[in-house]
């Protein structure tokens, strides 16, 4: 029985100490995490120092959206424009006009559509797209 709470709270138990973090965590906390004006937490994503930059993908993600876009129904495609422009407003999104489609990522992302009064249509980003070799 012991073996299987020892199981069961792996992780939790044990207080992670520097000697087992490095100071990875503390490092962390103070290059990447603040606190904005509203108490809200906001944390960076940490990328390591030595990553080659992301490829572009602006094509693939132009035509699939292009794509998405005409075979949606004219209500499902007003809908999905609010969602967008909703999302926009709340900063979870950002538009980037004249932007420099030769570097960048960008994130895909296509409806879903349900028989619901409330949402008939959501959004899924694709975060995994890759880019096709061509």
Request: net charge negative.
């Amino acid at each position: 029985m012991s073996q299987y709470w020892d199981l069961e709270t792996s992780g939790i138990k044990e207080k992670c100490t520097d000697s087992t973090n490095n100071g990875w965590f503390e490092k962390y906390c103070e290059t990447h995490l603040e606190r904005s004006l509203e108490g809200q937490y906001i944390a960076s994503l940490p990328w390591r120092e030595d990553h080659q930059p992301l490829p572009t993908n602006f094509e693939i993600a132009n035509l699939r959206t292009r794509s998405m876009v005409r075979r949606l129904e004219p209500e499902l495609r007003h809908k999905y424009d609010d969602i967008i422009m909703d999302q926009v407003a709340k900063g979870f999104i950002s538009n980037m006009d004249n932007a420099d489609h030769s570097k960048g990522h960008y994130l895909p992302h296509h409806a879903v559509s349900k028989d619901s009064k409330t949402t008939p249509i959501r959004i899924v980003y694709d975060c995994s797209c890759q880019k096709s070799s061509e």
